[in-house]
């Protein structure tokens, strides 16, 4: 059923902006989420389609919907404070899944930036509500703690391809979540008694202080953190 993955955030074969540039790395990203089967799977964020868009000019979702037939599974998390939490733990570590490299880096908690990561989650969610009802684009609508648990999810994208669901392993990813994550929920709602998380919310936060975004402002362009990055 494809190799999903954030497959558009590879290095681009050709530099530059032109179309050549965008096919280059379209099919890139086609060829390294494609199966023996011939399927495809690709992981897309809103950062996806807003940068692709700024860059090329292309809808990248369009795009896909016109090559493929498309299944479109949108993931949401329950529990978005301990998203958020995972989050700020993953840009700390670097480890972004319960089966990615560790490394001897502890996270520590730092209540602003999972201030700032729970709005951008929702402007995220958001992103992807008005994107779908805007293009009358049809999707199931999936929760992430579902997708752990396996079945439910198989079943609906094994139908979708015509497959039976024989043979597949369960996802060896699990939650992340465990005691450090518990922690931090009871110390975030403890500082929210006494503090207020829009002093972070992303709106409010200036551009980086760099020498790359003064050039940046300087001719124009986007300045960082780009929009649903952080």
Request: hydrophobic content about 35%.
């Given at each position: 059923?494809g190799?999903v993955?954030e497959?558009l955030?590879?290095?681009?074969p050709?530099?530059?902006?032109?179309?050549?540039?965008?096919?280059?790395?379209?099919a890139?990203?086609v060829?390294l989420?494609?199966?023996?089967?011939?399927?495809?799977?690709?992981?897309?964020?809103?950062?996806?389609?807003?940068?692709?868009q700024k860059?090329?000019?292309?809808?990248?979702?369009?795009?896909?919907?016109?090559?493929?037939?498309?299944?479109?599974?949108f993931?949401e998390?329950?529990?978005?404070?301990a998203?958020a939490?995972s989050f700020?733990r993953a840009?700390?570590?670097?480890?972004?899944?319960?089966?990615?490299?560790?490394?001897?880096?502890?996270?520590?908690?730092?209540?602003?930036?999972?201030?700032?990561?729970?709005?951008?989650i929702?402007?995220?969610?958001?992103?992807?509500r008005?994107?779908?009802a805007?293009t009358g684009s049809?999707y199931e609508?999936?929760?992430y703690?579902?997708?752990?648990?396996?079945d439910?999810?198989?079943?609906?994208c094994?139908?979708?391809?015509g497959l039976?669901v024989e043979g597949f392993e369960p996802?060896p990813l699990k939650?992340?979540r465990?005691?450090?994550t518990?922690?931090?929920?009871?110390?975030?709602?403890?500082d929210l008694?006494?503090?207020s998380?829009?002093?972070?919310?992303?709106?409010?936060?200036?551009p980086?202080?760099?020498?790359?975004?003064?050039?940046?402002?300087?001719r124009?362009?986007q300045?960082?953190?780009?929009?649903f990055s952080?």
């Open positions: 059923m190799q993955d497959w955030d590879t290095k681009p050709e530099s530059g902006t032109t179309k050549q540039a965008f096919e280059a790395l379209y890139k990203a060829d989420g494609s199966s023996s089967n011939g399927s495809f799977g690709l992981k897309l964020f809103p950062r996806h389609l807003l940068v692709l860059k090329y000019g292309v809808d990248v979702f369009h795009r896909l919907s016109q090559d493929f037939e498309t299944m479109r599974l993931v998390r329950r529990d978005r404070v998203q939490i700020s840009l700390q570590t670097g480890q972004w899944s319960s089966e990615g490299p560790r490394r001897d880096v502890k996270a520590t908690y730092d209540f602003a930036q999972i201030c700032r990561l729970y709005f951008l929702g402007e995220s969610y958001a992103f992807w008005d994107y779908l805007a049809s609508h999936v929760y703690e579902d997708m752990v648990s396996f439910d999810v198989l079943n609906t094994a139908a979708f391809f039976g996802s939650v992340q465990d005691a450090m518990d922690e931090f929920k009871e110390r975030f709602k403890a008694r006494v503090r998380p829009l002093e972070f919310h992303p709106k409010l936060q200036a980086d202080r760099t020498a790359s975004n003064l050039a940046k402002a300087f124009g362009q300045t960082k953190p780009y929009p952080y």
